[in-house]
């Protein structure tokens, strides 16, 4: 299973980024995906995730009401709309699955195949 993140980029802040993942190596659809970040210094964390049903999304709180986790099954990619950007917003991106077809998890450890990163860069 491979993982493609992109969409990252410099942008100032109160502006808007979208970020892709494509899969490949296997049935897409089938299982959740994640996103994750990590800024300079600090530990991976959870931002988003999506069923692979595609009708249930998980959000961390620092993210809720500014960014939306979808899914395309058709293209096999998952993509995390971030709207309302803010210099804390600044991190690497990593979008992640799972080959268990289970609820999203919120910790790294619940995912086994990891996409390389996308730099995202929020202005003051």
């Known amino acids: 299973v491979q993982l493609q993140a992109s969409g990252g980029g410099l942008v100032q802040a109160g502006g808007s980024l979208r970020l892709s993942c494509a899969v490949s190596g296997r049935t897409y659809s089938s299982y959740p995906m994640g996103w994750f970040r990590q800024a300079p210094g600090k530990e991976r964390e959870f931002v988003a995730a999506?069923?692979?049903?595609?009708?249930?999304?998980y959000y961390a709180d620092s993210v809720k009401g500014r960014f939306t986790i979808s899914r395309d099954d058709a293209k096999n990619t998952v993509y995390l709309q971030m709207n309302s950007l803010r210099p804390e917003d600044t991190a690497v991106y990593y979008c992640a699955t799972t080959q268990y077809r289970t609820a999203p998890a919120r910790v790294q450890s619940g995912y086994q195949y990891w996409g390389q990163g996308t730099q995202v860069t929020v202005s003051s």
């Open positions: 999506i069923t692979w049903g595609g009708d249930s999304t």
